[in-house]
T-cell receptor
Framework: DGGITQSPKYLFRKEGQNVTLSCEQN?????MYWYRQDPGQGLRLIYY???????QKGDIAEGYSVSREKKESFPLTVTSAQKNPTAFYLC?????????????FGPGTRLTVL | SQKIEQNSEALNIQEGKTATLTCNYT??????LQWYRQDPGRGPVFLLL???NEKEKRKERLKVTFDTTLKQSLFHITASQPADSATYLC???????????WGAGTKLIIKP
């Protein structure tokens, strides 16, 4: 089955900890994205990558970091610098980054700060 | 300022009726607009894309319209079923670098 997987489904973080969210796709898509979803708000773009070894900041990149060492993988690290990390995190991919790209989403990771 | 707005109140519709959801935007000139469905605790799933020069797009029981004069897209589900209950998100192509700008979504509840 082709698709996007995210792990873990639920993640709990203590104050001051860095945590890494996993995202893997086997769709052979070039572009990958990380979004944050908060109640009552639209999805907000954290980072995106159009090609291996390259990524760009989105609207709310502060306190987050990413890497794209393999086409299939785009992990997101939530650092201690992110002051309000509790949210639902969604990873997505698309064939390429273009005007008609439709995005395929993973099942999400819900991060809670204790 | 630029905004994309969907009705934040849940929409309750009787089974079999047509559900109509609205997506309004200001200070954008999107060439494309997309609709996605999101179930609780899941990622969004793409439904339809409509271009600015298309007035209407259909897929089975789904229909999307795009009025660039009114700056509005309408999403219709005909012969609605309880399985259509979900949150529906609209997303438009923003002005910079092919970034999608997302609405907050409207929760649709279809009652048997």
């Amino acid at each position: 089955d082709g698709g996007i997987t995210q792990s873990p489904k639920y993640l709990f973080r203590k104050e001051g900890q860095n945590v890494t969210l996993s995202c893997e796709q086997n769709l052979n898509h070039d572009a990958m994205y990380w979004y944050r979803q908060d109640p009552g708000q639209g999805l907000r773009l954290i980072y995106y990558s159009q090609i291996v070894n390259d990524f760009q900041k989105g609207d709310i990149a502060e306190g987050y970091s990413v890497s794209r060492e393999k086409k299939e993988s785009f992990p997101l690290t939530v650092t201690s610098a992110q002051k309000n990390p509790t949210a639902f995190y969604l990873c997505a991919s698309s064939i390429e980054r273009g005007p008609t790209d439709t995005q395929y989403f993973g099942p999400g990771t819900r991060l809670t700060v204790l | 300022s630029q905004k994309i707005e969907q009705n934040s109140e849940a929409l309750n519709i009787q089974e079999g009726k047509t559900a109509t959801l609205t997506c309004n935007y200001t200070n954008y000139s999107p060439a494309y607009l997309q609709w996605y469905r999101q179930d609780p605790g899941r990622g969004p799933v793409f439904l339809l894309l409509i271009r600015e020069n298309e007035k209407e797009k259909r897929k089975e029981r789904l229909k999307v319209t795009f009025d660039t004069t009114l700056k509005q897209s309408l999403f219709h589900i005909t012969a609605s079923q309880p399985a259509d209950s979900a949150t529906y998100l609209c997303a438009l192509l923003g002005d910079s670098n092919y970034q999608l700008i997302w609405g907050a979504g409207t929760k649709l509840i279809i009652k048997p």
